[in-house]
């Protein structure tokens, strides 16, 4: 039985001790075996005297931790949360910060800061999975209210959103992208969809422009109803997202749509160990603080890893 398909109390049970979150860590990291980051050579010594295993490499003897290169790098927080906090945040119903720090116990700010780390990852991920075969586009707006007014309400948000189908019809993936209020005249302007084109779309796949609007008779009902549901999904379980953070949440949804029929957890866990950290000052526009320089930690070297 997969990890998808246990409760949550079993999850817990089997992921109990930071030395079974190690374990998988180290595989979720380094699958072929371990490689330095520094020299790339396969076999390493394990310091056990810290919390969690610090790794020498036999070559270069440069050493690095199993969180270092991770989303999870500096943080205090154990790996046995760490790992719920990604469980919770593979289910398709989603979870919220407030709802993370009630489940596993810690601050809301702490939860707020392994969400949008975990989102970072998703964003990533999705980053690299462009659209390919038939792909269809169209324009949307998150928050749409259905006035007359030319002008842009401030909780309006642009949208394109694009979708690889089957011959059959079938959408397989999708994406959507926040798009800038500023160049649209009125809220009834189409953005462009050439930049998305380039930076979402396969070169070799078949773009048919059905629509390049989201209003009028032509337009594609199917890609219309996955934006409302993107919308409802955010507004039900993050009650409402403002136009700074909208984009990663778009992406969690995407990430979401698009593997709803996959192990999802063994692969965002993947993800969150191959994911380079984000820091709270770029994740809130704030100054950044000077750290200090990371000091070498000496230890025994008992096991050869590799």
């Excluded at 310091?47 to 199993?66: D, V």
């Excluded at 934006?227 to 997202?241: N, R, V």
Aim: with cysteine.
């Amino acid at each position: 039985m997969s990890m998808d398909e246990v409760s949550f109390e079993s999850f817990c049970s089997r992921f109990a001790t930071e030395k079974d979150c190690v374990q998988a860590l180290y595989q979720a990291k380094w699958p072929n075996g371990f490689c330095c980051p520094r020299c790339r050579h396969p076999y390493a010594y394990v310091i056990s005297t810290r919390r969690l295993p610090l790794y020498e490499c036999q070559a270069c003897r440069s050493q690095t931790s199993l969180i270092s290169g991770t989303v999870m790098e500096g943080s205090r927080t154990p790996l046995r949360l760490w790992f719920q906090a990604i469980y919770l945040h593979a289910r398709p119903v989603g979870i919220n910060a407030l709802q993370l720090s009630r489940i596993i116990g810690v601050t809301y700010k702490t939860a707020w800061l392994i969400c949008h780390k975990i989102r970072h990852a998703m964003s990533l991920a999705e980053r690299d999975q462009l659209l390919s075969g038939i792909v269809s586009l169209s324009d949307a707006v998150y928050s749409d209210r259905p006035v007359a007014s030319l002008e842009w309400h401030k909780q309006e948000q642009p949208l394109i959103i694009g979708a690889s189908s089957e011959e059959t019809g079938k959408v397989v993936r999708i994406k959507i992208k926040k798009q800038n209020k500023v160049p649209l005249t009125s809220r009834y302007d189409s953005p462009d969809q050439e930049i998305f084109i380039r930076e979402n779309v396969e070169p070799t796949a078949l773009v048919r422009r059905i629509v390049k609007r989201r209003i009028g008779r032509h337009r594609d009902l199917a890609l219309v109803r996955l934006c409302l549901e993107a919308a409802s999904y955010l507004g039900q379980t993050f009650h409402g997202i403002g136009p700074k953070h909208l984009q990663v949440y778009l992406d969690q949804y995407c990430y979401i749509w698009n593997r709803r029929k996959q192990a999802a957890f063994l692969e965002l866990l993947q993800f969150c160990a191959i994911t380079r950290k984000i820091t709270y000052p770029k994740l809130t526009g704030s100054t950044p603080v000077r750290s200090s320089r990371p000091k070498r930690h000496y230890g025994v070297a008992s096991t050869l890893v590799g």
